[in-house]
């Protein structure tokens, strides 16, 4: 079955550490999208990318990075300077067109400890 | 002005009422319309896409869409305590990064016994 894997599904983050979440897709989808969620909030966009080895920044980039270099797969690395990064990560994936909506992962739930 | 708004709620409506839910968005150029449904800790699914003004059944919902008065709402008959979740309205816009959707906050939906 087609789909859209994030790992892990918890996470833990010690002060000025950077971690990295997983995002794989098997749906043949060109765009792929990060957004972070915290309680009781809306979804925000941290990067997005259209295309292998080309990426864009969302509206929270600051204190994260990502890649692109296979189509199925759009790692986001969570750094030190991301100083709230405690939150939920849902990764998504869609047609270059969008016509046909987002399909989303499972999240990551990133805690600092 | 938002590019998507939402009511918060929460939206509190008996077993087996209609419970109805609003979206007014901001660009008159947006061409396609999605509705999510979140349960608490879990990650958005779509339930209902909208291409052109009218209205579109699937099942026991409903979503209507006017582009010109610009919103777009989703009808639900016969609620359930399991349509208990968020919902999130999602418009489709075309930006210099490519098309991307933009998410409203969210309504909560509550469904009483």
């Known amino acids: 079955d087609g789909g859209i894997t994030q790992s892990p599904k918890y996470l833990f983050r010690k002060e000025g550490q950077n971690v990295t979440l997983s995002c794989e897709q098997n749906?043949?989808?060109?765009?792929m999208y990060w957004y972070r969620q915290d309680p009781g909030q809306g979804l925000r966009l941290i990067y997005y990318?259209?295309?292998?080895?080309?990426?864009q920044k969302g509206d929270i980039a600051e204190g994260y990075s990502v890649s692109r270099e296979k189509k199925e797969s759009f790692p986001l690395t969570v750094t030190s300077a991301q100083k709230n990064p405690t939150a939920f990560y849902l990764c998504a994936s869609s047609t270059a067109l969008n016509n046909y909506g987002y399909t989303f992962g499972s999240g990551t739930r990133l805690t600092v400890v | 002005q938002k590019e998507v708004e939402q009511n918060s709620g929460p939206l509190s409506v008996p077993e087996g009422a209609i419970a109805s839910l609003n979206c007014t968005y901001s660009d008159r150029v947006s061409q396609s319309f999605f509705w999510y449904r979140q349960y608490s800790g879990k990650s958005p699914e779509l339930i209902m896409s909208i291409y052109s003004n009218g209205d579109k059944e699937d099942g026991r919902f409903t979503a209507q869409l006017n582009k010109a008065s610009q919103y777009v709402s989703l009808l639900i008959r016969d609620s359930q305590p399991s349509d208990s979740a968020t919902y999130l309205c999602a418009v489709n816009r075309l930006t210099g990064g490519g098309n991307k959707l933009t998410f409203g906050t969210g309504t909560q939906l509550k469904v009483e016994l």
């Open positions: 749906l043949n989808h060109d765009a």
């Open positions: 990318s259209q295309i292998v080895n080309d990426f």
